[in-house]
């Protein structure tokens, strides 16, 4: 009865594993980043360079503060290998993404999707509530080295913690992605 017990516990602690969040250390998915210009960007055509991957509210100010910090980040880092770029995913987002890059000052691509998309790259439950801006720290080699939803404490120190992770990342050398 004890072994039964133990598969049943098994089997719903696995069915929660979706629903807290992805895994850290994963070979990143495919992702399109989908610009209003209507040209996508594939996150692999990044693969060699560092790339933080911004998932953000157009009416968020959070979010428009972190992209502003993101561009002093790639202006600093972007010769030594930093891509950022960012995807807004609220409601009419396609329309709004223009004036928030504007708005947040960034050079760097501002893109949109659907929530779907995005909460599946994030292995994210759409039940859970979310806080944004999300950051995906992905290294040179195609891994997501850091996913830190806009709750989290990485948030606390923002700019010394994203510094931390570039300055870790880009130290790393470029090679063929974990299997």
């Given at each position: 009865m004890?072994?039964?017990?133990?598969?049943?516990?098994?089997?719903?602690?696995?069915?929660?594993?979706?629903?807290?969040?992805?895994?850290?250390?994963?070979?990143?998915?495919?992702?399109?980043?989908?610009?209003?210009?209507?040209?996508?960007?594939?996150?692999?055509?990044?693969?060699?360079?560092?790339?933080?991957?911004?998932?953000?509210?157009?009416?968020?100010?959070?979010?428009?503060?972190?992209?502003?910090?993101?561009?002093?980040?790639?202006?600093?880092?972007?010769?030594?290998?930093?891509?950022?770029?960012?995807?807004?995913?609220?409601?009419?987002a396609i329309m709004l993404a223009p004036e928030f890059a504007k708005s947040a000052g960034a050079t760097f691509p501002v893109g949109y999707d659907e929530r779907d998309p995005v909460f599946s790259y994030l292995q994210r439950s759409t039940s859970l509530r979310t806080y944004v801006p999300i950051m995906v720290f992905i290294d040179r080699k195609g891994t997501v080295r850091g996913q830190f939803m806009g709750d989290d404490q990485f948030f606390t120190n923002r700019d010394s913690n994203i510094r931390s992770m570039l300055d870790k990342l880009i130290k790393e050398p470029a090679g063929p992605p974990k299997k």
């Open positions: 004890q072994h039964r017990w133990s598969w049943i516990l098994t089997g719903f602690l696995s069915l929660l594993i979706p629903l807290t969040g992805a895994e850290v250390g994963r070979p990143s998915p495919e992702y399109a980043v989908k610009l209003t210009t209507g040209k996508q960007l594939l996150l692999s055509s990044y693969r060699g360079k560092v790339t933080v991957l911004m998932f953000v509210s157009t009416d968020c100010p959070h979010c428009v503060e972190t992209c502003r910090v993101m561009e002093t980040f790639q202006k600093e880092y972007g010769p030594r290998g930093l891509q950022t770029l960012a995807v807004a995913f609220n409601p009419m």
